[in-house]
């Protein structure tokens, strides 16, 4: 298994609080991307990384922001936590952009806003 | 990147017997991915077909590709208990860093 660890793996809070979700990788691949996955909705890209200090919006990159000061680290930060953002976090990395590099993911971080 | 419609959305079959997922997808695409999720865990990568191939296996995977139809299936041959999970394809056009997208999937069940 590809060396992705997010932490924490389960989180609750409360509405209108700061989180800050950890993925931490030991491949030293370049490419860093945050998911978030819904019932109903599959998979949506949220932000990514393509180098240290490079970062780009996804599909649904609205309340969240994200930070990559070291290859191994890419941070998802919810500045004011909504009910809406309660879901599952994903967190994968990719050696190259080259469409024909696999990704690979980690387990996972479950969120609920209250 | 584009998305990708699995079909069925949900198959449940009986240990040993074979399983057939589909997935359509809209505009020319360079390869498309095939991935599983098994409950609780973050999604793994099964292979990967480029848009010049038309079939590609992986012990008992068989992905087929029909780019005319914009269609690829995924067959699991002799299916286990251990199959059971989501499977979702990504089609890819190529060209850019942001990443794939990701339709609802297909949860195939196995039963014993």
């Known amino acids: 298994d590809a060396g992705i660890t997010q932490s924490p793996r389960h989180k609750v809070t409360e509405t209108g609080t700061p989180v800050t979700l950890r993925c931490h990788q030991t491949?030293?691949?370049?490419?860093m991307y945050w998911y978030r996955q819904d019932p109903g909705h599959g998979l949506r890209l949220i932000h990514y990384s393509y180098g240290v200090k490079d970062t780009d919006k996804g599909e649904v990159s609205d309340g969240y922001s994200v930070s990559r000061s070291k290859t191994e680290d890419f941070l998802l930060t919810l500045e004011s936590a909504t009910s809406s953002q309660t879901s599952v976090y994903f967190c994968?990395?990719?050696?190259?952009?080259?469409?024909?590099?696999?990704?690979?993911f980690g387990d996972g971080t479950r969120l609920s806003i209250l | 990147s584009q998305q990708g419609e699995e079909d069925p959305q949900a198959l449940s079959i009986q240990e040993g017997e074979n399983a057939t997922m589909n997935c359509s997808y809209k505009?020319?695409?360079?390869?498309l991915q095939w991935y599983r999720q098994n409950s609780g865990r973050g999604l793994v990568h099964l292979i990967l077909i480029r848009s010049n191939e038309r079939e590609k296996h992986s012990g008992r995977l068989r992905v087929t590709l029909d780019t005319s139809k914009k269609s690829s299936s995924l067959l699991i041959t002799a299916s286990r208990a251990a199959d059971t999970a989501s499977y979702f394809c990504?089609?890819?056009?190529?060209?850019?860093?942001?990443?794939?997208?990701f339709g609802k999937g297909t949860h195939l069940i196995i039963q014993p």
């Open positions: 990504a089609p890819n056009s190529g060209g850019g860093a942001d990443g794939l997208t």
């Open positions: 491949e030293n691949h370049r490419y």
């Open positions: 994968a990395i990719s050696e190259w952009w080259q469409s024909n590099q696999p990704q690979h």
């Open positions: 505009t020319s695409i360079n390869n």
